[in-house]
């Protein structure tokens, strides 16, 4: 019972959150956190050679700078694609696209709670409806994707 509510929780609060905020923000702000990331590894070394930096706590700063940059730069992109989409009244558009993107979150939230409980709890996951299902649906999807 108890791990039934956290599940149709964690799918509604994505559904919602997702509607709310657009399908084009939620791919920003995965894309931003990888462009960060590739930023960073690629021109932290070169930035500290420029700026003659020799490892440690210094160069730590320059990638949290790079990183920070990175995303920025993949963030205001999408704020203006965003923009660009409600400008051509595609915003409904853009909203059931995060809506869709929300409900994947919300039910990949779901299935790693329902995985917690059923290592940790096992007694809460076999007393759920809906773990079962889930896990079940998790599978047959994996299975169809690794085909």
Same mark, same amino acid.
């Given at each position: 019972?108890?791990?039934?509510?956290?599940?149709?929780?964690?799918?509604i609060?994505? !559904? %919602? /959150?997702?509607?709310?905020?657009?399908?084009?923000k939620?791919?920003?702000?995965?894309?931003?956190?990888?462009? %960060?990331? *590739?930023?960073?590894?690629?021109?932290?070394?070169?930035? !500290?050679?420029?700026?003659?930096?020799?490892?440690?706590?210094?160069?730590?700063?320059?990638?949290?700078? #790079?990183? =920070? #940059?990175?995303? !920025?730069?993949v963030? /205001?992109?999408?704020?203006?694609?965003?923009?660009? +989409?409600? +400008?051509?009244? *595609? %915003?409904?558009?853009?909203? $059931?696209?995060g809506?869709l993107i929300? $409900?994947?979150?919300? /039910?990949?939230? !779901?299935?790693?709670?329902?995985? +917690?409980?059923? =290592?940790?709890?096992?007694?809460?996951?076999?007393?759920?409806?809906?773990?079962?299902? $889930?896990?079940n649906? =998790?599978?047959?999807?994996?299975?169809?994707?690794?085909?």
């Amino acid at each position: 019972m108890v791990l039934d509510f956290l599940i149709l929780i964690f799918i509604i609060i994505g !559904a %919602g /959150y997702g509607l709310m905020v657009g399908g084009v923000k939620q791919i920003f702000s995965i894309l931003s956190i990888i462009a %960060g990331f *590739l930023s960073a590894t690629i021109l932290t070394r070169p930035v !500290a050679e420029m700026f003659k930096v020799k490892g440690g706590f210094p160069q730590v700063v320059i990638f949290l700078i #790079l990183f =920070v #940059l990175g995303c !920025a730069v993949v963030i /205001y992109i999408g704020k203006m694609i965003r923009k660009i +989409l409600h +400008l051509m009244l *595609l %915003g409904m558009i853009d909203r $059931l696209l995060g809506l869709l993107i929300g $409900l994947v979150k919300g /039910y990949i939230g !779901a299935f790693i709670i329902s995985l +917690l409980f059923l =290592v940790f709890k096992p007694e809460l996951f076999h007393q759920s409806k809906l773990a079962p299902y $889930l896990l079940n649906s =998790v599978k047959i999807i994996l299975g169809e994707i690794i085909k």
